[in-house]
């Protein structure tokens, strides 16, 4: 009966140990991942000036937007507003270089700039581009994208030659 005893004893405390044991033996899984995703920086730069061409001021009525698309179509106010525009309108046209397939956000930073005029008149131009590209490539060929705007001219307009810088940023979305 003690031998029994003993016996019945070494197996309890065999059976409080042993799944303690095999616990302490069982790995993680599913295992955790380790990765990283690596770019390239941005890098933008002006490729092409925006020029509106030239603006005739006639008997102006109100006021009067001029506005150019990222294609270089020029609108030159409303219809008997005063206003006629010719020569050869340009968007400006910004080169950004940066990891393919990665989406590029687009912004300015200001909702307008100033132009200055030759005269000591200003105009206030407003950007226009589009809200974000996706990169094609990761360097040549470069991503290019349009720049318009628009800037309003009235009566008080003072006639010269306007210029001014456009501040347009990228960064990865």
């Not at 270089?72 to 010719?86: E, H, I």
């Not at 132009?115 to 008149?121: F, I, P, R, Y």
Request: aromatic fraction near 6%; hydrophobic fraction near 45%; glycine fraction near 12%.
């Amino acid at each position: 009966m003690k031998k029994t005893i003993l016996a019945a004893a070494a197996l309890a405390a065999f059976a409080a140990t042993s799944p303690a044991a095999a616990q302490n033996a069982v790995s993680a899984s599913p295992r955790a991942l380790a990765g990283a995703k690596l770019i390239k920086p941005l890098q933008l730069s002006a490729v092409r000036d925006l020029n509106f061409g030239t603006i005739v001021m006639g008997t102006i009525n109100g006021n009067q937007t001029v506005s150019i698309d990222g294609a270089g179509v020029v609108s030159c106010g409303a219809s008997g507003g005063g206003l006629t525009c010719a020569g050869t309108p340009t968007s400006a046209t910004y080169r950004v270089v940066g990891t393919q397939g990665q989406v590029v956000t687009i912004s300015s930073a200001a909702p307008s700039f100033s132009l200055t005029g030759s005269n000591g008149g200003t105009l206030a131009f407003t950007p226009s581009y589009p809200a974000s590209l996706t990169l094609a490539a990761s360097g040549a060929p470069a991503n290019d994208f349009n720049v318009g705007g628009s800037v309003v001219i009235n009566s008080s307009t003072v006639d010269g030659v306007y210029s001014g810088q456009i501040d347009i940023q990228v960064a990865y979305q």
